[in-house]
T-cell receptor, first 112, second 116 residues
Framework: QKEVEQNSGPLSVPEGAIASLNCTYSDRGSQSFFWYRQYSGKSPELIMFIYSNGDKEDGRFTAQLNKASQYVSLLIRDSQPSDSATYLCAVNGYSSASKIIFGSGTRLSIRP | DADVTQTPRNRITKTGKRIMLECSQTKGHDRMYWYRQDPGLGLRLIYYSFDVKDINKGEISDGYSVSRQAQAKFSLSLESAIPNQTALYFC???????????????FGPGTRLTVL
């Protein structure tokens, strides 16, 4: 079992709709959860992080965390063609010696 | 100017050659990382360093070595390049101050390496 799992996609969503991206993780001790966006051939860039159960909103983006079920999701409202990218979920443990584990990413395509 | 820089940005080399990829950062972070990315496999950690005197192997360190010359510099070497090391390589930095804090990673622009 992979430590961080994501559906590889592609996930196709019409422009203006809500895109929902999901991620599950295996380490119950994980404490910090990140969503990165990566355009083709470019480096990953942080969208947002979350570490408390519940929702965290930032503009059109909402991260949702459920530690009991070990999943984290990202919602993108009013999807735009510029949101078409690969979205990487990443998880970090509690210890200062922990390192971030990345999922393999979900490719999102917003169709006009 | 970019906070995390990588040189070269593109490199084509031949099997058996020694290659060095360099990473520099001006963010003042203690932690630095080298990842490789292959299509469909996401980011895989090669080596990481939590400070100048601390270097650790990641999940795919075989065939690679690193040097942390200073807080701001972290180099990745391929002693004898082989074709399956063709990939996109990213350097990243982070600054975790205490356990339980977030450890956001900041990535360089990447080096596209092709081994013929």
């Amino acid at each position: 079992q992979k430590e961080v799992e994501q559906n590889s996609g592609p996930l196709s969503v019409p422009e203006g709709a809500i895109a929902s991206l999901n991620c599950t993780y295996s380490d119950r001790g994980s404490q910090s959860f990140f969503w990165y966006r990566q355009y083709s051939g470019k480096s990953p860039e942080l969208i947002m992080f979350i570490y408390s159960n519940g929702d965290k909103e930032d503009g059109r983006f909402t991260a949702q965390l459920n530690k009991a079920s070990q999943y984290v999701s990202l919602l993108i409202r009013d999807s735009q063609p510029s949101d078409s990218a690969t979205y990487l979920c990443a998880v970090n443990g509690y210890s200062s010696a922990s390192k971030i584990i990345f999922g393999s990413g979900t490719r999102l395509s917003i169709r006009p | 100017d970019a906070d995390v820089t990588q040189t070269p940005r593109n490199r084509i080399t031949k099997t058996g050659k020694r290659i060095m990829l360099e990473c520099s950062q001006t963010k003042g972070h203690d932690r630095m990382y080298w990842y490789r990315q292959d299509p469909g496999l996401g980011l895989r950690l090669i080596y990481y360093s939590f400070d100048v005197k601390d270097i650790n192997k990641g999940e795919i360190s075989d065939g690679y070595s690193v040097s942390r010359q200073a807080q701001a510099k972290f180099s990745l070497s391929l002693e004898s390049a082989i074709p399956n090391q063709t990939a996109l390589y990213f350097c990243a930095t982070s600054d975790l101050k205490s356990a339980g804090s977030t450890d956001t990673q900041y990535f360089g622009p990447g080096t596209r390496l092709t081994v013929l």
